[in-house]
């Protein structure tokens, strides 16, 4: 096609500029999918942590909370819920499997979780995948932990690795369990959700290491129980943070959560996790809309900068028009020849943008999936993503007839007239 050629020697011929106006769509264009793959990735990701799980039940008080402290260790639940409680749903004819969770301390920023076996048999992430060993074996003894990939990384644990935990959550506390410490007994697979954050230790040692504690407070110097008559003698457990449920069948779900939230010896809440999920994203829609915002305002800029590069060489193509013209290309052709350049540009430039996308996504993950444990999926693009793209190319064939209809009422006599 003759429009197609002209084109692309015209582009050839003015490459300098024609590389930078690519390069500024690239960029523009990689961040709006940069943008957008985080957001789905952060999705997807959130949605997978937790999966076959048709409860949470905690102490009363807000669903999102107890979604954020219970699967993504971010806060603190406000109550506990005693033993009893906990125990009497668990014995409850509709409930399949139960995993309480006993929360509140940490060791060097990671999370602690105190839990059962039945969280290495009834947890699931994603699709149903469950916390798989890859080293040791689930906590025995009374001072054993169990740890995730991260912190195994990080802080170069292995198996016999002795460590202590602190009170609280913070990365610095003033309040270590020294006199109580703990064995690594094994080491998680990488999982990509809190889970590799995380060390677990059973519910009897999460007691223990507050054995003689009064109302969060520390025993007196010399007054604690040494670590060897808590592992002669257990502690009860009196307390958990929370815990997950299973139900036998999914028509029990709603019955069982009417039931805990209307319970009158002591207040609990329970909620449904894909359904909290989605009342979390609709908080987090204006942050998202947001960023998606700033990244459309810079693909338009860098498509404006497209339209300032070619309106700009309509000057300095005053002639080349003009003996166009004279050898017979009519109106059509020169406005075609402009609109082929303005797409041209920004083919090449989303193309660009997608291959820089798809390069920082080989890059990154790995050290996204460590340090924030989000796993951005490697795919090809999605529906959304494709939909960006083709308003882009229209943007930019709708830009470039800009100059094309300057080019086109360009006259012959005007091309050919010196000025001076």
């Known amino acids: 096609m003759l429009a197609l050629k002209l084109a692309l020697k015209s582009l050839w011929n003015r490459r300098f500029a024609s590389t930078l106006t690519v390069v500024s769509i690239a960029l523009s264009v990689a961040l709006l999918l940069g943008v957008e793959r985080v957001r789905l990735g952060a999705r997807a990701g959130f949605a997978g942590t937790i999966s076959q799980t048709d409860l949470i039940v905690g102490a009363r008080g807000g669903a999102v909370p107890l979604l954020l402290s219970t699967v993504f260790h971010i806060g603190n639940a406000t109550n506990a819920v005693p033993y009893s409680a906990y125990a009497a749903i668990k014995a409850r004819p509709d409930v399949a499997w139960t995993i309480p969770l006993s929360l509140g301390d940490s060791h060097k920023g ?91 230790i059973s519910l009897e040692g999460e007691e223990a290491i507050h054995a003689d504690w009064t109302d969060g407070a520390p025993p007196q110097s010399g007054h604690a129980t040494s670590a060897a008559a808590l592992i002669a003698q257990p502690p009860a457990v009196d307390e958990v943070t929370a815990f997950f449920v299973g139900a036998k069948s999914r028509g029990d779900t709603l019955t069982l959560q009417r039931d805990i939230n209307e319970t009158k010896a002591v207040a609990l809440t329970a909620v449904i996790p894909g359904v909290t999920l989605n009342e979390l994203w609709d908080l987090v829609a204006y942050g998202e809309n947001g960023l998606r915002l700033v990244s459309a305002c810079v693909v338009v800029v860098g498509l404006l900068g ?39 540009l920004t083919i090449l430039g989303a193309a660009c943008g997608l291959i820089l996308v798809y390069v920082g996504l080989v890059l990154a993950q790995p050290y996204v999936e460590a340090q924030f444990g989000l796993l951005i999926p490697i795919q090809p693009p999605a529906s959304g993503e494709a939909g960006y793209l083709s308003a882009i190319f229209a943007l930019g064939l709708l830009l470039g007839a800009i100059p094309a209809w300057r080019a086109y009422r360009t006259t012959l006599h005007d091309g050919l007239t010196m000025r001076l």
């Open 110 to 200: 990671f999370r602690v979780v105190g839990t059962t076996e039945d969280f290495y048999q009834h947890y699931h992430y994603r699709r149903g995948e469950p916390p798989r060993l890859v080293l040791g074996h689930t906590p025995q003894a009374l001072f054993d932990v169990v740890i995730g990939s991260a912190v195994a990384t990080k802080l170069g644990y292995q198996l016999g690795s002795a460590l202590t935990l602190a009170h609280g959550v913070a990365e610095v506390s003033f309040q270590n369990h020294a006199d109580k410490p703990f064995n690594v007994c094994g080491i998680l697979a990488p999982t990509g959700t809190p889970i590799d954050r995380s060390l677990f």
């Open 306 to 344: 497209m339209l300032v590069s070619i309106y700009h060489s309509l000057s300095e193509r005053r002639r080349e028009m003009a003996i166009l013209r004279a050898i017979g290309a009519g109106p059509r052709l020169i406005v075609t020849l402009m609109v082929f350049e303005a797409g041209l």
